[in-house]
Structures are given as structure tokens and as C-alpha cells.
């Protein structure tokens, strides 16, 4: 009976080790292209190197393509999403998060007939600036926001900044460099705006970017996952 017991547990554990290897994650994210978008090969670069990355400890990965504020929500109240990306690091937020899955560089666009020279955010005061809803930009000027030292001026997304933009309704725009090359190359919006818009010549900064495990027991469980398979 002892012997049995022993070959049972054994097969037991064998059975739970390739039950938590089979494991599929549930992940959030928002159409952003280049880096994550549902039409987007692998949707996007950002999601091929988490599904990569998770690949390498034998785990799989299922990535639902929501609007950003929904995706950051519902990882939050759903306990079958553990956690969201591509998100800035930002100490302030509720995260387990991940090593860089990749980085971003964060600047403004600006209406290529009024370039804007700056130096620090000083610089800013008065200008009408666009910013997405929900996103997390640099804390400097997320703070200044808020406060109101800074004129933010939130839309529903990166595309239709560009377009308030060129119709000279910003000043500029918050955006990262490769999100707006894309978006001028490929959105049919921008087509016929596309001459006038340019990416300022001084960036906010260069983001790391990262996946925001929940923090709860899936969520860390899925951030201890990851990890290992990082290092594999």
C-alpha cells in the first residue's frame, strides 16, 4: 500500500506539474499598433514577445484586444485576467509588474507649420496638449496635469489627437514616436493630414514597457511565471 501510494502521488504530481504548464494566461491590451492590436500579425510586436517570453517556460498566453480603459478595468474585476500591457511603469499604480517587455519612445506630435521648441515642461504653460484617457504618460507631467499647471485636453484615443492636431485645435499631442509613424502610414483618417504632422524633435522620455500583473494570488502567480520563463 506504501508503494502504491508513493507511484500515485508521483503520478499525482506529475499530473498537476503538465496541467500547470497547459495553463493559458489571460491577458488584456488595446489596439496600438505597432506594438498590440487584434488585426495586427501575432497582434503585434509587443504581444509576439509576451506570448514568446511565456512560450519559453511552456505556458500560453491568450490576449483579448479591448479599449484601454476597459482592458485596465476589467483585469481589475474579472479574477480570470491576470493583468494588462503594454503599461509604463508607474509606481503609483496597483501592478505586479513585469521585467520590460520592450521600450517606447514618448514625445509629442506637433502641427509640422508650428514647431514648438522646448526644454522643460515650464516651457509648456498655456498650450493646448492632447492626451488619451486612462493612459499613463511621465509622472512629471501627470502631476502638472492634474494640477492643472498644464492644459491637457483628454480624447478617446492617439488618432483622433493627430486630427485636432492638424486641424489646429492642439498645440500638440502626447504620443509615442512608433505608434504615430504608424498610425500616419496606415490610418485612412490621416491620409490627406499626414504632411502636416511631425514628431517633435525633444522626447518626454524613453518608457520601458511592461505587462501589469493583478495584484492577487493569479495575478502573482502569472508574474512569477513569467519571470521564470525570462530566464529560461
Known sequence: MRRLSCLTA????LSLSASAYADTFQLNSLDWP???GAKLPEQGTSAKAVKEAFGKGGHKVSVKILPWQRAVDTAKS???IVGYFPEYYDA???CVFSAPIGTG???F????????SWQNLDDLKGLRIGVVAGYVNTAEFDERASKGQLNADATQSDEQNLIKLANGRLDLAVIDRNVMDYLLTNSPKLAALKDQLQFNATLLEDKTLHICFTNDASGKAAADAFKQAQGN
Request: aromatic share 4%; glycine share 8%.
Open 92 to 94: 503609483s499604480l496597483d
Open 10 to 13: 508521483l503520478a499525482l504530481g
Open 109 to 116: 506630435a506637433q502641427n509640422s507649420s508650428k514647431p514648438i
Open 34 to 36: 505597432p506594438y498590440t
Open 78 to 80: 474579472d479574477p480570470s
Open 105 to 107: 519612445p514618448l514625445g
